[in-house]
């Protein structure tokens, strides 16, 4: 079709859209200021296309097959990575996403423009990174946190100190990190909830010390913004041990028993 003919056959299927089923040849014709003997050719090469149909009865048109998926197309859920290139391109530091499975916790999504090196640290000491502070504060249920091993200077290393900072995650639904995993190394961190609302992973900021501010609120209400938009599944955890709410006491007593 040439450019006009095109222009028509949108008008069309706006008219049809807005008419509803049953809509007819003079209706369509008339709300879309297309001559009638026009709108009668475009209506059947439509109909042909299946953009179109005709009802039972013959009296007038409906939107067909090929329109609807169009239409389903437009709406259908945003990837998570095209979330996450989204957000990358807003920020200048190292966009990761994480995914907790029960003591687990991988990175599902790494930046492309970012590296993450010291990986296998992060993952294995969630008590010393802002994402494993994260799963710490929804699902400590799951993890014995004795020792805790110093990586830095900085490291949480008391059960007590590491309790307060788990208290203020919950409370900020935020977590954040200074040299405590990496010297030179730092971090905010928001959950990913769930359709039940249970956190199911991370959405982290990494940078250098030197540039990421973890008061930058900014920075932090972006991340909340784009972690609603991330769909995670939540793989549940072991029988008898479901999530804890966030008001429940920590049990600082036993030296070998998780952080409970």
């Known amino acids: 079709m040439k450019s006009d003919s095109v222009r028509r056959a949108l008008a069309i299927l706006e008219a049809v859209a807005q008419l509803g089923p049953g809509a007819t040849a003079r209706q369509v014709a008339e709300l879309s200021g297309t001559p009638a003997s026009t709108a009668y050719r475009l209506l059947n090469l439509l109909v042909a296309d299946g953009y179109l149909v005709r009802i039972e009865d013959l009296s007038g048109f409906a939107l067909g097959r090929r329109t609807r998926e169009l ?3 437009s709406t259908a859920p945003e990837s998570n ?6 957000l ?3 920020v200048r530091y190292g966009i990761h996403l994480a995914a907790f499975d029960g003591p687990d916790i991988r990175f599902v ?3 492309p423009d970012h590296e993450l090196p010291g990986e296998q640290t992060i993952l294995s000491n969630p008590h010393a990174s802002a994402v494993g502070k994260i799963a710490l504060s929804f699902h400590r249920h799951q993890f014995d ?3 805790l091993p110093r990586l830095t200077p900085r490291t949480i290393t008391s059960l007590d100190a590491l309790a307060v900072e788990l208290s203020q995650v919950r409370h900020h639904d935020r977590a954040t990190e200074l040299d405590e995993s990496r ?3 730092s971090a905010v961190a928001v959950p990913v909830r769930g359709e039940s ?3 199911c992973g991370a959405l982290t900021a990494l940078g250098r010390s030197a540039g990421l501010r973890l008061d930058d609120q900014d920075l932090t209400d972006l991340l909340h913004t784009y972690a609603t938009r991330l769909v995670i599944t939540c793989t549940p955890g072991p029988a008898g041990a479901p999530e804890r709410s966030a008001d429940m006491h920590i049990d600082m007593r036993g030296g070998g028993r998780p952080l409970a």
């Open 71 to 73: 239409a389903a197309a």
């Open 81 to 86: 990575e095209a979330v996450l290139t989204e």
């Open 88 to 90: 990358r391109g807003r």
């Open 109 to 111: 999504s790494r930046d």
């Open 145 to 147: 946190l004795t020792p």
């Open 183 to 185: 010297v030179g190394r």
């Open 197 to 199: 609302g249970s956190v």
